[in-house]
């Protein structure tokens, strides 16, 4: 358990608080610091986010902005989460995609460079691509199968670098597929077709691509730990569950969970999108070893609260 005393004396922003996960880390945050900045332009973040953390001071501001981050007060921690996280996305638009992702790290990092301050990048499992090892170790290596892997390699090599030349403090975490309230990922992509027309489900795709699924508040916990703790300078850690579904195994799951099994058809499109891999499935056992981590909540127990909270079942 974390204590108030291990951060309530340290200066702590998190670029990228309004959005998904920055909301469930920068809530938390305020729990363990009274000085609690989110840094966040809203192009994707809602401000909705940020009016649910008070006790947090708001800065509305783009991490490509270099000027506005550096006259920021003088920072101890800085979670940087700010991206452009859609793989399509940065497959049409390459360039804003380097730009977000490599060059706004790099200013983010200049952020760090000038306070000193520890910084926790959140990185993805797109540095990988398609491996061919499965689960897959933090040792794989790069093989980014889309422009944005590529510039999440970019900004993980870019983070060592100011580590090994300028001596920051700097932990890289890597997220597989995160889910939770607030997400607007395929298990509520997949609800809100369902509510719309409960007789068909199609998906994108072959339906045989397979994620592991991690929830919000196991990665928030990982975050907490790696931005407390001294020993784990320079390291790098998967974040995931640690097992893997496939698409269409977690349609049957809710359809079954939702009483739905056998009154929906599924279809799938077959076609993918640019960039998008087979399989994701990460080895954790680096984390749960040094980080004394273990994600808690199982895909198909939170699946039934979300289905249990919105009145779907049938």
Not at 122 to 134: H, I, L
Not at 160 to 173: A, N, P, W
Not at 279 to 296: G, M, Q, R, S
Request: proline share 3%; hydrophobic share 40%; charged share 25%.
């Amino acid at each position: 358990m974390i204590k108030m005393a291990e951060f309530n004396d340290k200066k702590v922003m998190v670029t990228g608080g309004a959005g998904f996960i920055g909301f469930h880390l920068s809530k938390a945050l305020t729990s363990l610091t009274n000085n609690l900045t989110i840094y966040d332009n809203l192009s994707s973040g809602k401000i909705e986010n940020v009016q649910d953390v008070p006790a947090a001071k708001f800065v509305k501001g783009d991490i490509l902005d270099l000027k506005t981050l550096l006259t920021q007060e003088k920072m101890d921690v800085i979670y940087h989460l700010a991206a452009q996280v859609v793989v399509p996305y940065s497959m049409e638009n390459p360039m804003e995609d380097f730009d977000t992702n490599a060059k706004g790290t790099l200013c983010v990092l200049e952020k760090a460079r000038k306070d000193d301050a520890k910084v926790v990048f959140a990185s993805s499992a797109a540095v990988y691509g398609n491996p061919s090892v499965f689960p897959t170790p933090e040792s794989y290596g790069f093989h980014p199968f889309s422009c944005y892997g590529l510039s999440k390699v970019v900004g993980e090599e870019y983070c060592q670098m100011y580590r090994e030349q300028y001596g920051l403090d700097i932990v890289i975490t890597r997220f597989a597929n995160v889910y939770g309230s607030r997400c607007h990922g395929v298990i509520h992509d997949f609800l809100d077709k369902l509510v719309k027309n409960p007789e068909k489900l199609e998906i994108i795709g072959t339906g045989q691509q397979c994620r592991d699924f991690v929830h919000v508040s196991d990665v928030v916990n990982a975050l907490v730990k790696v931005g407390t703790m001294n020993s784990v300078t320079g390291e790098v850690y998967n974040l995931g569950f640690g097992k893997t579904v496939s698409i269409l195994e977690l349609s049957k799951m809710m359809l079954t969970i939702m009483g739905l099994q056998d009154k929906t058809v599924v279809t799938t499109t077959n076609v993918s999108w640019h960039g998008d891999v087979t399989k994701i499935w990460f080895d954790v056992t680096k984390a749960k070893k040094e980080l004394n981590w273990n994600p808690k909540v199982s895909l198909e127990d939170n699946i039934k609260e979300i289905i249990a909270e919105r009145n779907l079942i049938r």
